[in-house]
């Protein structure tokens, strides 16, 4: 079964280090969002992304993050100047059709993040 | 502003039938969404509802009432990997909107 990939599963980094979280996507899928969850609390959308540009951004997704789609395949997400409270599970999603149709978003199996 | 509002922790029997209510206050809407997720797991999907009415998938059935800001997950034939916490979600556009999650104890 196809599935979202996210990489690597655990990162550590000192606080002001930037970071880049790799997800693969589904290879049919045309839409891709970044959500997180801090530990113990609800899942936040961060960021969605079509057509190699941002579709939406929630006021969580200031200057020091950023997306790329570098390739076909990866989709990424970067903390320029990460700070502590930036420590949380990044999830990747994508979905096969546009929001607001029936369509589910696949969710990776995250990215546990700590900053130091 | 979004609001979504669920209750924060149910408990109920191995093979009894639970309902988990959400209600949302929401800028604009393009469905709504019920994901399942276990501890240190990603959410998986459950059900899709962006017309009024009742959706059903095997043990599972969402509600939705647009013009109550309400939904419902009902959950049938409670097994004890049921046991997880359920996120009541709202799309508008790109972007989804996430309620705390109901955490659902199954106890034997």
């Known amino acids: 079964e196809p599935e979202v990939t996210q990489t690597p599963s655990h990162q550590v980094t000192q606080m002001g280090q930037e970071v880049i979280l790799r997800c693969v996507p589904i290879?049919?899928?045309?839409?891709f969002y970044w959500y997180r969850q801090i530990l113990g609390q609800k899942v936040e959308f961060l960021v969605s992304?079509?057509?190699?540009?941002?579709?939406?951004k929630s006021e969580i997704f200031d200057d020091q993050f950023s997306v790329e789609r570098p390739d076909g395949s990866n989709f990424t997400l970067k903390i320029r100047s990460t700070k502590l409270e930036d420590s949380a599970m990044y999830f990747c999603?994508?979905?096969?059709?546009?929001?607001?149709?029936?369509?589910?978003?696949?969710f990776g199996q995250g990215t546990r993040l700590t900053v130091v | 502003g979004q609001n979504i509002d669920q209750p924060t922790e149910m408990t109920a029997t191995e093979g009894a039938i639970v309902q988990i209510n959400c209600t949302y206050q929401?800028?604009?809407?393009?469905?709504l969404f019920w994901y399942q997720q276990h501890a240190g797991e990603a959410p998986t999907f459950l059900s899709y509802?962006?017309?009024?009415g009742l959706e059903e998938k095997g043990r599972f059935s969402s509600f939705l009432s647009r013009s109550k800001g309400y939904s419902y997950l009902l959950l049938k034939e409670l097994q004890m990997k049921d046991s997880a916490s359920y996120l009541c979600a709202v799309r508008n556009a790109g972007k989804s909107t996430f309620g705390d999650g109901t955490t659902l104890t199954v106890k034997p």
């Open positions: 929401t800028s604009g809407f393009n469905g």
């Open positions: 290879s049919n899928h045309l839409y």
């Open positions: 999603a994508s979905s096969e059709s546009a929001p607001g149709a029936a369509t589910e978003a696949f």
């Open positions: 509802n962006v017309l009024d």
């Open positions: 992304f079509y057509n190699n540009e941002i579709s939406e």
